[in-house]
């Protein structure tokens, strides 16, 4: 299913999915040999380790309710802060500079 087609006002996890695939397409252009500037894959590495946390942040709270894993609820939470809070620190950190000249 595209992903435009999975935009929910609902919920916040949709629109992170769908800034999380802009994150990667713009990734994969600055790591393909065509990008102009001289830091373009240091630039899209960034952004996937960005992308990986923000995902992660989703997903082990989905992960916990669906299996309850051996994390608890709380671990659960509180992982998933310090990577929500880590990926949006780095992207209002660097979103500006993320682009190839």
Request: overall charge positive.
């Amino acid at each position: 299913m595209p992903v435009v087609w999975k935009l929910h006002d609902w919920d916040y996890n949709y629109a992170t999915d769908v800034f999380i695939y802009q994150l990667n397409r713009l990734a994969n252009a600055l790591d393909c040999t065509r990008a102009t500037h001289v830091s373009s894959k240091i630039r899209a590495k960034h952004i996937r380790i960005c992308t990986s946390l923000l995902q992660k942040s989703i997903n082990d709270v989905i992960y916990y309710e669906k299996r309850n894993s051996g994390l608890s609820k709380e671990d659960a939470l509180k992982y998933n802060t310090k990577a929500y809070n880590l990926a949006w620190k780095l992207i209002k950190d660097n979103l500006r500079d993320w682009w190839d000249y």
